[in-house]
């Protein structure tokens, strides 16, 4: 999902609930708490960071928990793990009719962005077709670019 795009959170707490009872599990509020926060947050973000925004609402959550929904998450296709290039996982909102999409990653900052272009998709597509009968089903574009904003506001302090 674009950073910053705002999510109606209603309906996806409504889908949410259904994908867990399905999977016979209950919803409790700190599986709300971590689901409302990852998706109004709705940046690319790893376990120790939500775990942080989390417990300005929710002191007492746990990072088991934390990395336990996150889990659950993936599972049920809220949620696509990334590996840039510093080791960390990083866990990607995703919607319901989520579009593949690439990366633009800040090298001094971190900051993530996300774009798809429609032009270099073709290209790729038509790349792997002149390798004979194949059709593209999944790509991983990321750029790396450092950032020349002086005092970017993203970087961290
Ligand atoms: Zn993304
Ligand atoms: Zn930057």
């Known amino acids: 999902m674009a950073e910053g795009e705002s999510v109606d959170m209603s309906k996806l707490l409504e889908r949410f609930y259904e994908r867990l009872s ?3 599990l ?18 690319h973000i790893s376990v120790d960071e939500l ?6 609402t929710a002191p007492h959550v746990g990072y ?3 990395y336990r929904t996150l889990k659950l998450l993936v599972e049920h296709g809220f949620a696509r793990p990334r590996h840039f290039d510093d080791g960390q996982t990083r866990y ?10 690439d ?4 090298i001094d900052c971190r900051r993530v962005m996300e774009f798809d272009d429609e032009v270099v998709h073709a ?10 009968d194949y059709d593209l089903t999944r790509r991983k574009i990321e750029l790396y670019a450092r950032c020349r904003i002086q005092d970017c506001p993203h970087r961290p302090q």
């Open 22 to 24: 399905e999977a016979g």
């Open 26 to 43: 209950k919803s409790t509020r700190q599986r709300e708490v971590i689901f409302e926060t990852f998706f109004s947050l709705n940046r």
């Open 51 to 56: 775990l942080a925004e989390v417990r300005t």
């Open 64 to 66: 088991a928990t934390v």
């Open 92 to 101: 990607d909102p995703q919607d319901e009719d989520e579009h593949e999409h």
């Open 103 to 106: 990366h633009l990653i800040c």
């Open 123 to 132: 290209r790729l597509g038509q790349i792997v077709r002149d390798f004979g």
